[in-house]
């Protein structure tokens, strides 16, 4: 089992920046691939990034790419979500998930087990 807690979100004006943590409770965090996904009002859960469980590699959806990075501390079973450049677009509920180990990591949600509740994320123009 591993229970999984986002915090870092808030209100930001666009071009700003954020950094979203996910805290995990669990021994065996660091043999997880962990990534983030975000779901803004009246669209789909959409995938954002992801990180192998040695933080080895990582991927990240297209409109994100040299704004948002994805990192890990393995130590202290959290992985992070740095954010900058923020758009309006970028507004959404971001969930961190927590899924078994592959080399490149998965994208669609269903591929992982665990789930966070949740951190608003809100960027005014």
């Known amino acids: 089992q591993l229970q999984l807690v986002e915090s870092g979100g808030g209100l930001v004006q666009a071009g700003g920046s954020l950094r979203l943590s996910c805290a995990a409770a669990?021994?065996?965090?660091?043999?997880?691939?962990m990534a983030w996904f975000r779901q803004a009002p009246g669209k789909d859960r959409e995938f954002v990034a992801a990180?192998?469980?040695?933080?080895?590699?990582?991927s990240s959806t297209d409109s994100v790419k040299g704004r948002f990075t994805i990192s890990r501390d393995n130590a202290k079973n959290t992985v992070y979500l740095q954010m900058n450049s923020l758009k309006p677009e970028d507004t959404a509920v971001y969930y961190c998930?927590?899924?078994?180990?592959?080399?490149?990591?998965?994208?669609?949600?269903?591929?992982?087990?665990?789930w966070g509740q949740g951190t608003q994320v809100t960027v005014s123009s």
């Open positions: 669990g021994r065996t965090f660091s043999t997880y691939n």
């Open positions: 990180i192998t469980r040695n933080g080895g590699s990582a």
């Open positions: 998930a927590a899924g078994p180990y592959a080399p490149v990591p998965f994208t669609t949600g269903n591929a992982y087990n665990y």
